[in-house]
């Protein structure tokens, strides 16, 4: 099963463009990490300095539970230690993409 959310990025002008990644992460209920994928932004930029589109595959581990998950995307500097998390403007490390529910299959079942 995959998730297949939809970014559009317009790149900072910053110094270290070339070291940022994004990140999109799928969080369950708890707040634990189920599934992640990481690209470089600086595949974004366009000439302009114009909004790109990237979708990402974000592959959904088979044995996923069912319930309430929290899929989200920040931006970080892989270069620097620890690789810390860009800000937003509000303080926050990373933004809300949607709110997603997974539900139990129930193809093949019997009534």
Do not use: H
Not at 65 to 72: C, D, H
Request: hydrophobic fraction near 40%; glycine fraction near 10%; proline fraction near 6%.
């Amino acid at each position: 099963m995959a998730c297949l959310p939809t970014l559009f990025v317009s790149a900072p002008e910053v110094e270290n463009l070339a070291t940022l990644k994004v990140t999109v992460q799928l969080l369950d209920g708890a707040g634990r990490l189920v599934a992640q994928q990481d690209l470089p932004l600086m595949d974004w930029r366009a000439s302009g300095g114009t909004a790109r589109r990237r979708t990402y595959g974000l592959m959904l581990p088979p044995e996923l539970a069912p319930g309430e998950y929290r899929l989200i995307a920040g931006l970080y500097d892989g270069a620097l230690e620890g690789a810390p998390r860009v800000r937003t403007v509000a303080g926050e490390d990373a933004v809300e993409l949607a709110v997603m529910r997974v539900e139990e299959d129930n193809q093949g079942k019997g009534d």
